[in-house]
């Protein structure tokens, strides 16, 4: 087991890398009450590892049930259990309940402790760390929130046992970004272990998981409130964001055609070798994540029926574009009518940029994806 902290404004944030969720006890306050949220299938698989005798709240899963109605929902709840102010909420389950649990908590009394069991490989490489909460609202995604640190993070890699494929590539889009952003070393590694990361081998997952928790801390402990440097693991989420949105995807999956966007975006500025540009590519690729638009599975029908229409007719095609701008209208990251974009200037290296939508939109055109 590795602890990694992260020194926010409010305290101090402990990650425990490769601890198991039986020792969660241990890390919960002495004598105060815990309350756990959780969702369905977290519960169904890990209830009995859960920690005895606290009150259980469950939610419901996918992103459209990360609202405001659930916020409220949780309260009603925490109400019914009798919470006070001195007690302690321990989400346990992927980015959607850590995402939740941490907002309800910052707010709920105003702010009661929380800390989480983080149960899917993108949760524990990213959402659980760096203490950013909230929900999305309307259209919006992740429009009401607050940034407050977990007091700690449980990862333990031996629940990523049950997660369905799709859930462990979904993660990989988030060390994958680390990489790019910030370590061209680990790129290597995962070239090189690219089998076993998949079979989550226990020596490269924990590597990984580490690796990537290092890495967020790092830069969460310069720019806690996103003022700067922390703009830099938005890398392909101002597509990826867009995508998710409009078609329901899961968060690594749109982020991984986000990023190959953005590499592209990079390729056509004249910041980047196009060799560059196939390696990334081949790497998520091989990690089982769409890489083109229309490699999308059929899960994604709608979007495949406006890419097809696309095709059709020019009319289509700019509509599809227009689409997928306006939903990036709608991404926090803008600034009056210029957005601030993450472009690769290497391999383990980014700047980032501000560009106006009509950039964004030649750029997005272009880039053919
Ligand atoms: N706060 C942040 O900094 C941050 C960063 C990245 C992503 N996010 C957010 O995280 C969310 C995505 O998180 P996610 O990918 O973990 O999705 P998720 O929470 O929806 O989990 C994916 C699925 O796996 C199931 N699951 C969870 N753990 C399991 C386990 N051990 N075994 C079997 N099934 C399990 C869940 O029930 C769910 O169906 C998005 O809403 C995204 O915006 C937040
Ligand atoms: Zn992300």
Redesign the pocket.
């Known amino acids: 087991m590795k602890t990694v902290e992260v020194r926010g404004s409010q305290g101090i944030s402990e990650i425990h890398v490769g601890e198991s969720i039986k020792n969660v006890v241990n890390y919960l306050p002495k004598g105060k009450k815990t309350v756990i949220i959780t969702?369905e299938?977290?519960k169904n698989?890990y209830e009995q590892d859960f920690p005895q005798g606290c009150p259980v709240i469950t939610i419901s899963?996918?992103?459209k049930i990360?609202t405001l109605a659930t916020v409220e929902m949780i309260f009603r709840e925490l109400i019914a259990f009798g919470a006070d102010r001195s007690t302690f909420i321990l989400g346990i389950?992927?980015?959607?309940?850590c995402?939740i649990t941490g907002f309800a908590a910052s707010i709920y009394m105003r702010g009661v402790e929380f800390g989480f069991v983080s149960?899917?490989l993108?949760?524990q490489v990213?959402?659980s760390v760096?203490g950013?909460?909230g929900v999305n609202f309307d259209s919006y995604k992740?429009m009401v929130g607050v940034f407050c640190q977990p007091r700690f993070v449980v990862c333990d890699t031996s629940?990523?046992a049950?997660?369905p494929p799709d859930?462990i590539s979904?993660g990989f889009a988030?060390i994958v970004k680390h990489a790019l952003i910030a370590d061209a070393p680990m790129l290597d590694y995962i070239e090189a272990n690219i089998d076993k990361a998949l079979a989550l081998d226990r020596e490269v997952i924990s590597k990984l998981v580490e690796d990537s928790v290092r890495l967020k801390a790092s830069v969460v402990q310069k720019d806690e409130k996103e003022a700067g440097e922390r703009k830099k693991l938005n890398f392909g989420h101002t597509l990826g964001h867009a995508l998710e949105k409009l078609n329901s995807i899961?968060?690594?999956r749109a982020v991984s055609i986000g990023m190959v966007a953005a590499t592209s975006f990079s390729v056509q500025k004249g910041l980047l070798a196009d060799k560059e540009f196939q390696r990334i590519k081949s790497v998520l690729g091989k990690l089982n994540l769409p890489v083109e638009l229309s490699s999308f599975d059929d899960s994604i029908t709608s979007f495949k029926d406006s890419l097809n229409k696309s095709h059709s007719t020019p009319d289509d095609s700019d509509k599809l574009i227009d689409n997928i701008l306006n939903a990036m209208l709608k991404d926090k990251k803008k600034d009056n009518d210029k957005i601030g974009f993450v472009f690769l200037n290497g391999i383990g290296k980014c700047v980032v940029e501000k560009i106006t939508f009509e950039e964004l939109r030649n750029l997005l055109v272009s880039a053919g994806i």
């Open positions: 969702d299938n977290v698989y899963t996918g992103e990360k389950g992927g980015g959607i309940v995402d149960t899917t993108l949760s990213d959402a760096g950013k909460n992740n629940l990523l049950t997660l859930e979904n988030e899961g968060h690594g």
